[in-house]
């Protein structure tokens, strides 16, 4: 029994029509979705320059919503192959494997765990402000009296 079937010259697998393929379609979705609002807000915190207060809220919500599109990624990568083992054992299917775009899936939780870690990391690193002073001495006589002691040892 083959898992493509004929319908009027439209062929259609079993697999698709099945509800925790289509969940697990949603949740890559939504991942997908969250990773790109999460994207837009870090582009708006980096371009964000007056108040430094108002940019840490924007990268910590960059990070809450990356780290939602990372977990919904993760139940997605988990349950599939779950239900999928559980549907080919069913049908009585021995020889069975995941495709290359599985693999790419998880180097993507990767790179997204990552680069959401990474930015928590290192969100309150480029904040450092420097401030300049200047001190006015009042004093002029003695940086004359410094100035030609300078000058005379330069002289000798």
């Not at 320059?49 to 924007?58: A, L, P, S, T």
Request: net charge positive; aromatic share 14%; charged share 25%.
């Amino acid at each position: 029994m083959s898992n493509v079937q004929k319908t009027e010259t439209k062929f259609s697998c079993a697999l698709n029509n099945k509800v925790w393929v289509q969940l697990c379609g949603s949740f890559v979705i939504v991942a997908f979705s969250c990773t790109v609002i999460g994207i837009i807000l870090i582009i708006i915190g980096l371009r964000h320059k007056r108040r430094q207060e108002r940019k840490m809220k924007i990268y910590g919500a960059a990070g809450f919503v990356a780290f939602f599109g990372i977990l919904c990624l993760l139940i997605a990568l988990v349950f599939f192959p779950i239900m999928f083992i559980r549907e080919m054992h069913e049908r009585g299917k021995d020889k069975w494997f995941f495709g290359w775009s599985y693999g790419v899936a998880w180097g993507a939780f990767f790179f997204l765990t990552s680069a959401a870690i990474l930015l928590m990391c290192d969100r309150k690193r480029e904040e450092l402000f420097y401030k300049e002073s200047l001190y006015i001495n009042n004093d002029d006589e003695d940086i004359l009296e410094n100035q030609d002691v300078k000058i005379k040892t330069l002289k000798r």
